[in-house]
């Protein structure tokens, strides 16, 4: 699938969307173990239309260490061990929702999964180089 990719060199940060991005209902903020924040928007059932990735430079290289998986090539990002509840996929975006611990009846996005990473960050890459 197709995503836009944008990066800020000054400001550190990669933007990924999918086409259907002007559907957006909301959005999450999560730090990843690595000091990489991700910012998220979902449409309204959950599947994530943007992303964008602040101080993407500290992902750089991707390394199982920042949460990249060479075999399949795909970024994970987010805290801790992934035990969802709830996967949504779009494009080459899925997002992982788990229970709410403060309010059961919700979902808390947990992480976010970006597949064909090495494709849609190479634009990154030949910027950090």
């Known amino acids: 699938m197709s995503l836009r990719t944008r990066y800020s060199r000054e400001d550190d940060i990669v933007s990924l969307s999918t086409l259907d991005c002007g559907s ?7 730090e990843s173990d690595c000091w990489t924040i991700l ?12 992303l964008e990735l ?20 795909t970024l994970v990002i987010g805290k801790g061990q992934i035990t969802a509840t709830l996967v949504e996929a779009n494009d080459d975006l ?22 064909n990473a090495s494709k849609h960050l190479t634009p990154v890459l030949a910027k950090l180089t």
């Open 39 to 50: 910012d998220v928007a979902f449409d309204n059932k959950r599947k994530p239309v943007t």
């Open 94 to 115: 899925s997002a992982y929702w788990c229970p709410d611990e403060d309010y059961p009846d919700d979902l808390s996005l947990v992480a976010v999964s970006l597949q």
């Open 24 to 30: 957006e209902e909301g959005s999450y903020e999560v």
């Open 54 to 73: 602040m101080f993407v430079s500290r992902l750089m290289p991707l390394t199982a260490n920042n949460g990249y998986c060479s075999d399949t090539d």
